[in-house]
């Protein structure tokens, strides 16, 4: 949801509720760890809470939004690779699915995730931006400094290719 100056304010609420989940699913396609998508996610709504607090909201609460959790993310991904080790050997297992379950899952967001890797930069975070944070095609281009026909072709791009990977790597699987 889109808001400017004290329109924002007045349906902070609302505009929170909308962008929550999108910015959270954003960021857990681009992470791929949901804790650590939730406090990005966290953080990037309390900037807007701030922002509109202290009387200067932004012109677009999606685009503030989400340039905050884009920042804040690549931060946290150069922070990770120091942590990483401590944390998987602090992690609890308590109230997990089962271990097949989780091996599909595994599996399945190893194959999405190795489709999407083999996107053009650009293309990946185009569609993940569309598709995954629920930002207009607008919004993408204004938040990425592009034009509007630039990120509607990223995002062509990036679709048709990912469904020939996924395509191509279902069928290789299914064949072997």
Not at 24 to 29: F, M, P, S
């Amino acid at each position: 949801m889109t808001g400017r100056g004290s329109s924002l304010i007045v349906d902070l609420d609302g505009t929170l509720s909308d962008l929550a989940p999108r910015v959270l699913r954003y960021l857990v396609a681009r992470l791929g760890d949901a804790s650590l998508a939730e406090e990005i996610a966290q953080e990037s709504l309390t900037a807007l809470v701030r922002c509109c607090r202290n009387g200067a909201p932004p012109d677009s609460a999606d685009a503030f939004v989400f340039a905050v959790a884009r920042r804040r993310m690549g931060r946290a991904v150069w922070r990770r690779r120091l942590w990483v080790p401590i944390e998987q050997a602090m992690e609890s297992r308590d109230g997990r699915p089962s271990p097949e379950a989780r091996s599909r899952a595994r599996i399945e967001e190893r194959r999405v995730r190795a489709a999407l890797a083999k996107l053009a930069r650009r293309d990946r975070e185009a569609i993940l931006l569309v598709a995954v944070g629920e930002m207009t095609m607008a919004e993408a281009a204004d938040l990425l400094g592009v034009s509007l026909s630039a990120v509607k072709m990223r995002v062509h791009r990036a679709r048709t290719r990912l469904a020939e990977l996924l395509e191509e790597r279902h069928g290789a699987t299914a064949a072997g």
